[in-house]
């Protein structure tokens, strides 16, 4: 069975920086697309930022020039870099995974920015 397993999130003042980790576990193959989406409380849930296995990267325009996301193929891992972070950044942000019709989703990991 496949997991992703998200890992980095935390409490971080305004204009802090994070790095968050998904690493796929039993899996035995590479993903196709793999990105990050969050959701604030009563909010929808939002691409924040996707890669697919070639490069091609689509990020948010609420954080493109901030959040760099980066993948370690061989490794079947999705990373996402994320400076100058504010308040509005605030949500649980998830892990994505795509294969072929398959759809895989981590349990979420908490981003907390402070004022």
């Known amino acids: 069975q496949v997991q992703l397993v998200e890992s980095g999130g935390g409490l971080v003042q305004a204009g802090g920086s994070l790095r968050l980790s998904c690493a796929a576990s039993?899996?035995?193959?590479?993903?196709?697309?793999m990105g990050w989406y969050r959701q604030a409380p009563g909010k929808q849930r939002e691409l924040v930022a996707a890669m697919t296995s070639g490069g091609t990267i689509t990020y948010a325009d609420s954080v493109s020039g901030r959040f760099t996301i980066s993948r370690d193929n061989a490794k079947n891992t999705v990373y996402l870099q994320m400076n100058s972070l504010k308040p509005d950044d605030t949500a649980v942000y998830y892990c994505n995974a795509h294969f072929r019709y398959e759809v895989y989703w981590g349990q979420g990991t908490q981003v907390t920015v402070s004022s």
């Open positions: 039993g899996s035995i193959f590479r993903f196709n697309d």
